[in-house]
C-alpha cells in the first residue's frame, strides 16, 4: 500500500463527501478511490466512513484520523515548497538601509559576494544614520547598531563590534592623553546621534562619563574626519577606526578600559521574511559576521 497516496484518498473523500467526486478530483476511478480508503481502514483497523448509496459520512474514528492525514498531507506540502524554494534560483531587489559608516565597508563586501553567488539579485542600499521607517522607505532590512530593538519588528541579532577612543597625534600633544574616563570632561569629544554619556567599564569597576563637544553628527564620518584634523576625540566602532589607527592618522586611547560594544542587528518585518530573497541574505550576513567581534587592532 502506498500510504501517502490512499491517505490522500481517505482525505479528499471526506472532503467531497463522494467517492466520485474524490476519484474526478485525484483523476483516478472511484473503484481506485474505494480500494484507498479500504486499505487505510485495514491499517488502522477502524471504519473510517459510513457509505450509503446517497451518501458518504466520517464516523468518529474517521473524524479523529482525518486531523492526523490533513496535518500529515500539509507537512509533505510544507517540505516540498521549501525544497523548491532552495533549489530554485534567487532573483528580484532587496532594499536594505544601514549606517553610512557600516555600508560603505563591511556591508558593501558581503553584498558583493552575495551577488557573486545570486547573480538575478539586485541590491538597492539606503546608506542613512537616521532610523530609516521600513514602511515608508519601502525597506526590506534595516541594519541597525542598538542595545534595544524595535518590539513591533522581527530582529536578529548579526554580531557586536568593539568601540574605541581616538584622537590625532597633534592635538594629543597639544592638549595631553587622557589617561582615565573622567579626564575627558576636560577635552573636545564629538557626539554622535546625542550620545553624550560614554560608559566604561575596568575590573569590575564602571564609569558613565558625560562628554561634550564642538562638533555634533548623525555621520560617523564626519566626526572621524573632525578627529583626523585635530580637532578633538571620537568614539567609533573598531572596524571604521582601524584603518586611520594603522596609519598613525589616529591614536587609540584608555585601551585599558573595556568600552561599550555596538550590537549590529537586522530588523524586518513579518512580511518581509516570508521572502526566500531576503531571508537567505539575512541567513548570509549571519554567517559572514559570525566571528561576532570585530576587535581593535593594536
Not at 178 to 184: A, D, E
Not at 190 to 206: I, K, P, R, T
Not at 230 to 251: H, K, M, W, Y
Request: charged share 20%.
Amino acid at each position: 500500500m502506498n500510504k501517502f497516496i490512499a491517505i490522500s484518498s481517505f482525505v479528499e473523500v471526506a472532503s467531497q463527501q463522494s467517492f466520485t467526486k474524490a476519484a474526478d478530483q485525484l483523476q483516478l476511478s472511484r473503484l481506485q478511490v474505494s480500494r484507498h480508503v479500504q486499505e487505510v481502514e485495514a491499517w488502522l483497523q477502524q471504519r473510517l466512513l459510513h457509505r450509503t448509496t446517497r451518501s458518504v459520512s466520517l464516523t468518529r474514528a474517521g473524524e479523529d484520523a482525518l486531523l492526523y492525514c490533513e496535518r500529515i498531507l500539509n507537512e509533505v506540502s510544507a517540505l516540498e515548497f521549501n525544497a523548491q524554494e532552495q533549489t530554485r534560483q534567487l532573483s528580484g531587489s532587496i532594499r536594505i538601509a544601514a549606517p553610512i559608516g557600516f555600508a560603505g565597508k563591511l556591508l558593501l563586501t558581503a553584498v558583493e559576494k552575495f551577488t557573486q553567488l545570486h547573480a538575478k539579485i539586485n541590491i538597492d542600499i539606503v546608506a542613512s544614520d537616521d532610523f530609516n521607517q521600513l514602511v515608508e522607505d519601502r525597506v526590506d532590512i534595516a541594519l541597525r547598531f542598538t542595545e534595544q530593538p524595535d518590539e513591533s519588528l522581527i530582529a536578529r541579532k548579526l554580531m557586536q563590534l568593539e568601540s574605541v577612543l581616538c584622537a590625532a597625534p597633534e592635538y594629543l600633544q597639544q592638549y595631553g592623553t587622557p589617561s582615565h574616563p573622567q579626564q575627558l570632561s576636560e577635552h573636545n569629544c564629538f557626539v554622535h546621534l546625542n550620545q553624550n554619556q560614554w560608559n566604561f567599564v575596568q575590573q569590575q569597576q564602571h564609569f558613565q562619563v558625560d562628554v561634550c563637544g564642538n562638533i555634533k553628527a548623525n555621520s560617523l564620518d564626519i566626526l572621524v574626519t573632525s578627529a583626523i584634523n585635530g580637532r578633538g576625540i571620537v568614539r567609533v566602532p573598531c572596524d571604521l577606526a582601524n584603518p586611520f589607527i594603522e596609519s598613525g592618522q589616529l591614536t587609540a586611547i584608555l585601551t585599558d578600559f573595556t568600552q561599550w560594544r555596538y550590537s549590529l542587528w537586522a530588523l524586518y518585518l513579518s512580511r518581509s521574511y516570508q521572502s526566500p530573497k531576503v531571508r537567505c541574505f539575512i541567513d548570509f550576513l549571519a554567517q559572514e559576521f559570525q566571528d561576532d567581534i570585530f576587535l581593535l587592532q593594536q
